[in-house]
C-alpha cells in the first residue's frame, strides 16, 4: 500500500504544479507535508488557489486516515466466515 501513497504524492504534485507558479522543490515539501501530516510549510499556502487548498486538506485527510486503512476499507466490502461455530445439546444433571 505504499504505491497507493506514492501515487498520490506524485499526482498531487502534478496537479499543484499546474495550479501554482511555484517551483518543484517548494510544491513537493508543501504536498509531502500535508500527505504526512507535520505541520511545516514553505508559505506558499497562502498563495494557492481554492482548488489548492482542497487538495491540501484532502491530502491531509488520506494521510492521517492512512493509505493501509483507505485501501483495506475499498478493498474489502465482506469477509466470508472460514469457520463454524459448533451446535450442540449439553446435558445438565
Aim: hydrophobic letters at 50%.
Amino acid at each position: 500500500m505504499g504505491l497507493l501513497g506514492i501515487i498520490l504524492v506524485t499526482l498531487s504534485t502534478w496537479l499543484l504544479l499546474i495550479m501554482t507558479p511555484h517551483g518543484l522543490d517548494q510544491v513537493l515539501f508543501e504536498v509531502i507535508s500535508a500527505f504526512a501530516t507535520n505541520g511545516l510549510s514553505t508559505g506558499i499556502t497562502a498563495d494557492t488557489s481554492l482548488a489548492g487548498h482542497v487538495l491540501l486538506s484532502v491530502l491531509m485527510y488520506i494521510g492521517r486516515i492512512g493509505p493501509l486503512t483507505l485501501g483495506s476499507a475499498l478493498a474489502l466490502k465482506q469477509r466470508t466466515r472460514r469457520y463454524e461455530l459448533p451446535e450442540e445439546q449439553v446435558i445438565l444433571g
